[in-house]
């Protein structure tokens, strides 16, 4: 039994403005009609593997669990980080989970926002690595090289296991190189580029980190010793203070630099870890022009361009080698040489507190999402969209009035101690001070415009007398 792993923590900042905070990319859908998150998990069908452990933030919990719904997985095995603590203690939480009931399965653990071409040379790579794994190895996959990359790690392979050169002992592994040495490594055929992938038992993995950070095992123990299963959306919260505590630390450096059991299968299959604009242009189709386009876009006399539109068109004339991302409240123009400095932007947000590093215009929530159409201080008009079954809290505002216009679908409203329905161009008025809740009691998302006014907009004068989600 192979159980996948998905580590799905992260913030992607070097796709602002696509990827935000509380949105990253692995969430996004960047490379087909899937995000990268179930493009990770639907690359497994014909593998014999089990539903995956998904290791996420704390803060994207609603948004993986709503993901994997909509490929029909349940979100009971959904591990949630209090903390980021990189990968060795992630893997960690997750073995322990897996080997609660004294199993040990296999673990093939996975990045969420990798793309991978060739399924049937990454299926035959996993096959490939399963026999070492089942002997006590720790396997990791090596990416075939195609060119002297500067901005990835490198495993250098040793000794070949057995026939067909499809398994090496690990030499070492080195850090990112410069690009004279990283030639040195590509013309030599011995270096791969480190993936970040790996198989092998759980407990394997757990008695090599006994053996080289025991520190890193007992806070994983301690925090998962405490468990907490959400009543409702069944994900798994680890005890935050004992997390607080562990180190932060890689897999590569806690376990795979100091084990004697490591192995690396090489993978060529079309990988890559989308980790810039340039890199995401690499893998998209493109035109005659060498542009990749994504929405309403016209070009004229432009090439190798990355032009991608929410909603507004975008023309581009007379223009090369840029990138250009429009959403719903940010552009970026930057030039395709430059991408690494997006994070520049990300950061002049972070230091003048704008709320464009972190959110979207368009939020997610348990029972749906909403797009803030307008926002002023005294008020402000959202779209909102609530899929079958879903529900506001039980709330009460002491600040401000709505209105609620149903767009399409059928809502159930709650009105202190009222409750009746709206249908398509029905509204109703929801007073200051007034109790009050919205349900989709239908088979269809309801949609509907919300409209707040009042001398206080915030968040914080949401307040919550029921609470259907533990939010």
């Keep these: 039994m192979i159980i996948p792993v998905v580590m799905a923590g992260g913030t992607g900042s070097r796709l602002w403005p696509m990827s935000r905070e509380l949105y990253p990319k692995q969430y996004l859908r960047l490379n087909g009609d899937k995000s990268m998150l179930q493009e990770t998990i639907s690359r497994l069908e014909g593998l014999d593997v089990v539903p995956p452990i998904l290791i996420c933030n704390e803060q994207h919990r609603f948004l993986a669990a709503e993901q994997l719904r909509q490929l029909g997985l349940a979100a009971g095995n959904i591990i949630l980080e209090p903390v980021g603590r990189n990968t060795a203690p992630a893997i ?34 996993i096959i490939n690595a399963i026999p070492h794994a089942d002997h006590g190895k720790l396997v990791t996959f090596g990416i075939v090289a195609t060119g002297p990359e500067t901005g990835y790690g490198y495993i250098q392979r040793g000794e070949c296991l057995g026939e067909g050169k499809m398994a090496f002992d690990i030499q070492r592994f080195v850090e990112k190189p410069d690009f004279e040495t990283a030639n040195r490594y590509l013309s030599s055929g011995e270096y791969y580029w480190n993936s970040g992938m790996f198989i092998f038992r759980a407990k394997t993995y757990l008695d090599e980190l006994s053996k080289y950070r025991p520190d890193i095992l007992n806070a994983c123990q301690n925090a998962f010793s405490n468990i907490e299963k959400d009543s409702l959306q069944d994900f798994i919260r680890v005890d935050k203070d004992a997390f607080l ?6 897999i590569d450096y806690a376990v795979m630099e100091a084990t ?11 990988w890559n870890d989308v980790g810039s604009w340039s890199a995401l242009w690499e893998v998209n189709v493109k035109d005659t022009k060498n542009n990749c386009l ?4 016209f070009t004229h006399d432009t090439d190798n361009c990355y032009i991608s539109t929410d909603e507004k068109l975008v023309a581009a004339v007379g223009v090369t080698n840029l990138v250009i991302v429009n959403t719903k409240d940010a552009v ?6 430059q991408v690494q400095d997006v994070k520049k932007v990300v950061q002049y947000l972070k230091d003048n507190e704008r709320r464009e590093y972190k959110l979207h215009r368009e939020s997610y929530r348990p029972w749906g999402h909403h797009d803030k159409v307008v926002e002023t201080p005294r008020y402000h008009v959202n779209r909102v969209t609530v899929k079958p079954g879903g529900k506001f809290s039980l709330q009460k505002h002491l600040h401000r009035a709505e209105h609620w216009v149903v767009l399409s679908g059928t809502a159930e409203v709650t009105l202190d101690n009222k409750k009746f329905l709206l ?10 001070g007034s109790i009050h809740m919205l349900e989709n009691p239908g088979k269809i998302p309801l949609e509907l415009l919300e409209v707040g006014s009042g001398s206080y907009l915030g968040e914080d004068d949401i307040i919550r007398l029921k609470d259907h989600y533990g939010n």
């Design 92 to 125: 960690a939480l997750a073995a322990l989970n897996a080997t609660l009931n004294g199993e040990d399965p296999l673990l093939l653990v996975l990045a969420a926002d990798h793309v991978i071409e060739d399924i049937n040379a990454f299926h035959q790579a």
């Design 423 to 432: 249908t398509e161009n029905q509204s109703t008025f929801i007073p200051i």
């Design 260 to 270: 004697a059991e490591g192995v690396v299968i090489p993978l060529d299959a079309g």
């Design 332 to 337: 970026l123009v930057i030039d395709k040489s």
């Design 245 to 250: 505590a562990c180190p932060d630390e890689s």
């Design 294 to 297: 994504d929405g309403d876009v």
